[in-house]
């Protein structure tokens, strides 16, 4: 009987189906656990058509907020290497760029708004370096900002002079724009070093925001840095917007060397302590904040929202000093409606970004707690953007705001603006010293509060908040009891005894029969120095361990108490005129060790915490910020 007679294909067998299922199962199976182990490969030439377009057809299409400072001899160097990525191993920065990057940072300032951070484009790299990056045309652009600040770098440590040249030869090398790098195989490489690279080939820790200020950083070498020039004349910014304040300006010419810096880590050598806060120099600048001056702003952008002369910024490139483009002529205008630039003659109608409009957008960046680069990119555009019916709906919270705090705040006093991420300490209207601060992220809103300074706590223990305790410190001590031990973690009983952390006194603690604190200390989280301000909240200023928080531009990261740059000079502010001997020296000798030691306040500083998205200075200026916890009810201003 035939095999393809009816009857007999019914009684066919399953098992050779289901065994070559099985082996096609097996097969994907073992292609998504090889692929899932398989680094991306980069292709050799998939962004040549990125930097041919940059770098030779449409210098106009750049996309990057950073403008490229040496664009000759960056097109010469992607010339002969046909447009290749240079610092680029596949999708990963390769060791030769992490090394460039710890030289890069290591020269500057650490201040992240210098020039010298500006001109190797540090801060673009604070922002963008934080996952390796996997689109081709951010591969591309980081790849053309660390070859431009390659060359930066090479000619401010001038290494050329490496190999003298006659003051003729000298002369022609710059006149020729030729750049003091080594073509190897294994990419450009800096022809001469200062210092010995680290053993830790990690470059992108520098570039979280986390080492940007490190003291230990030896900076004991030359190099060369824009000087922070004259200043503009200072003046009042008032309701007309014809004001003309302070703001940087950048000479075009470099000193040809900077002092050395000494090594700010050598504490106990007669050199700065390893906080690095620095002596204590009162200010003396007029604090302002007045609701009256608000009230005026508002009628100002009342009247410029019903004149129509406003309107917004065009999509487009982003834009710096040198750039033409039709957009630039809008901004001037733009600027000059709001009173940051200041109008002489035609200079509104043209497209040629020039040093006054720089100047402008400077200080709209100030005044919008922006970093204030000069560069018209996309955070720039969205707070340009905010139309005056927008600004004025602000203004009028912030008037609320305002009129719920005394009228008279007091002789002295503290106001810590959250949206400002700033302190000021304040004493018969004038600011004495102000920091920058780290307040609470969205989902642990730092509140608004009207209190006092009660106590000034040097080493300060830390009793671990119970939300904190079940989410954070528990899962931490169950894994690395003595790891947590060494940090100086302990459980306390009712009786206020210290107990160590096993497994038996972990569950006691998560329960909630005993508490968790951690010692005072270096390693404490509070760091050396809380002010306990009392509130419903719990609440306070302290010191910190990640003092790097403080270079960033958007400083939200805590659960909800305030953390300093410089508790030190607030407890010498504070305490100068309480009873006993409170100098700075004393203050160091208590920031050290492990004792904890209590000062309680005998003068009665007010403490106010705020949330001011929109207020006048002390110099009239009308400033602006994020409404970083959405409390304005307008969805323009939350900038996202």
Not at 123 to 132: A, N, P
Not at 599 to 610: A, D, P
Request: proline content about 6%.
């Amino acid at each position: 009987m035939s095999y393809f007679i009816p009857e007999r294909r019914k009684r066919k067998s399953l098992l050779p189906m289901l065994t070559l299922g099985s082996l096609c199962l097996f097969a994907l199976y073992y292609a998504f656990t090889a692929n899932q182990k398989t680094v991306p490969v980069l292709p050799e030439q998939a962004v040549r058509p990125h930097l041919v377009n940059w770098l030779e057809d449409n210098p106009d299409a750049w996309p990057a907020q950073d403008p490229i400072f040496n664009p000759i001899a960056v097109r010469r160097i992607y010339r002969r290497t046909d447009y290749r990525l240079l610092w680029f191993d596949n999708y990963s920065l390769s060791d030769t760029a992490n090394d460039l990057l710890k030289q890069l940072t290591a020269s500057s300032s650490g201040n992240p708004s210098s020039m010298v951070d500006y001109r190797y484009h540090l801060g673009y790299f604070d922002r963008t370096l934080r996952d390796t990056p996997q689109r081709l045309q951010m591969a591309a652009v980081l790849d053309v900002l660390l070859t431009d600040a390659f060359i930066s770098y090479a000619q401010d440590t001038q290494l050329d002079e490496l190999k003298p040249q006659s003051p003729k030869k000298h002369r022609q090398l710059r006149q020729r724009d030729i750049t003091p790098v080594n073509l190897t195989e294994g990419g450009f490489q800096m022809a001469s070093t200062r210092f010995a690279p680290t053993a830790d080939n990690s470059g992108r820790q520098y570039f979280r925001g986390y080492n940007r200020a490190n003291p230990s950083v030896d900076r004991s070498r030359y190099y060369t840095q824009r000087y922070n020039g004259a200043q503009s004349r200072p003046s009042t910014y008032g309701s007309s917007h014809a004001s003309r304040y302070s703001t940087r300006s950048y000479p075009q010419t470099y000193p040809r060397v900077m002092p050395r810096f000494r090594n700010l880590s050598e504490e106990g050598r007669g050199l700065a302590p390893a906080h690095g806060e620095g002596m204590w120099i009162a200010e003396n600048t007029p604090y302002g904040g007045d609701a009256q001056a608000l009230r005026e702003q508002l009628a100002f952008y009342r009247n410029m929202a019903s004149s129509g002369r406003w309107r917004p910024l065009p999509a487009g490139p982003a834009m710096t000093l040198g750039a033409k483009h039709p957009n630039v002529a809008i901004l001037r205008n733009i600027l000059a409606l709001y009173g940051d630039y200041y109008s002489y003659g035609n200079e509104p109608n043209s497209n040629k970004f020039d040093q006054r409009l720089h100047q402008a957008v400077v200080r709209f960046q100030e005044r919008h707690g922006l970093r204030a680069d000069g560069i018209v990119g996309n955070a720039t555009r969205e707070r340009l953007n905010i139309s005056p019916t927008a600004r004025a709906h602000i203004i009028e919270a912030n008037i609320r705001r305002r009129e719920q705090l005394p009228a008279n705040l007091g002789d002295t006093f503290i106001h810590v603006n959250v949206p400002g991420y700033r302190l000021k300490y304040v004493e018969h209207d004038r600011v004495k010293l102000s920091m920058n601060v780290v307040v609470g992220k969205d989902i642990h809103q730092t509140p608004e509060i009207s209190t006092r300074v009660a106590r000034v706590v040097f080493n300060p223990t830390w009793t671990v908040p119970r939300s904190i305790l079940v989410n954070e410190i528990l899962p931490k001590a169950r894994a690395n009891p003595h790891g947590m031990e060494n940090m100086g973690y302990r459980v306390v009983n009712g009786s206020g005894e210290y107990l160590p952390l096993t497994p038996q006194n972990l569950r006691t603690a998560a329960s909630g029969g005993f508490l968790m604190r951690q010692k005072g200390g270096e390693k404490n989280i509070l760091g050396r120095i809380k002010f306990e301000i009392p509130n419903s909240d719990d609440i306070y200023l302290h010191d910190t361990r990640a003092k790097s928080l403080f270079t960033l531009t958007d400083r939200d990261y805590s659960h909800g108490c305030i953390r300093l740059a410089k508790p030190r000079q607030l407890a010498e502010a504070l305490l100068r005129d309480e009873p006993g001997d409170w100098s700075r020296f004393r203050i160091e000798q208590l920031t050290t060790g492990d004792q904890t030691t209590e000062v309680k306040m005998s003068r009665n500083v007010k403490v106010y915490v705020t949330y001011w998205t929109a207020w006048v200075d002390g110099e009239g200026r009308m400033q602006f910020r994020p409404d970083i916890y959405g409390k304005d009810g307008l969805a323009a201003n939350q900038f996202d």
